[in-house]
């Protein structure tokens, strides 16, 4: 492995001198494996029948019901409303931000 910054540098582009391992034995690039992307026909959540409240199936909040998300990170759900999700999603994320901050 490089021991100074300078080896370190011109290992990073692509160096081969003797002494320096070949970067691609290390870290091979080539198999890395993209990031794992919802199936497109799977839902992201379920609605509470009465339509006020949904599950997430996603997430790092995965399991847990918007209506107790919103209590101790109302962010995540102001993220939520202004992303690309499903705008059934987006509409009771709303509607939980607004039990908690009612618009005035």
Same mark, same amino acid.
Not at 43 to 54: E, I, W
Not at 81 to 92: A, K, Q, Y
């Given at each position: 492995?490089?021991?100074?910054? +300078? =080896?370190?540098? @011109?290992?990073?582009?692509?160096?081969?001198? $003797?002494?320096?391992?070949? &970067? &691609?034995?290390?870290?091979?690039?080539? @198999?890395?494996? $993209?990031?794992?992307?919802?199936?497109?026909? &799977? +839902?992201?959540? +379920?609605?509470?029948?009465?339509?006020?409240?949904?599950?997430?199936? #996603?997430? +790092?909040?995965?399991?847990?019901?918007? @209506? =107790?998300?919103?209590?101790?990170?109302?962010?995540?759900? @102001?993220?939520?409303?202004?992303?690309? #999700?499903?705008?059934?999603?987006?509409?009771?994320?709303?509607?939980?931000?607004?039990?908690?901050?009612?618009? #005035?």
């Amino acid at each position: 492995m490089p021991t100074t910054l +300078k =080896d370190l540098r @011109r290992w990073l582009q692509g160096d081969t001198t $003797p002494g320096l391992p070949d &970067r &691609r034995r290390i870290w091979p690039l080539n @198999r890395l494996k $993209p990031r794992a992307k919802p199936h497109p026909g &799977r +839902k992201q959540y +379920k609605v509470s029948t009465d339509g006020q409240d949904a599950l997430l199936l #996603f997430g +790092k909040y995965k399991g847990e019901l918007l @209506r =107790d998300v919103v209590e101790h990170d109302p962010a995540y759900l @102001r993220w939520l409303v202004g992303s690309d #999700f499903p705008e059934e999603l987006r509409d009771i994320a709303q509607v939980q931000l607004n039990i908690l901050e009612p618009p #005035f």
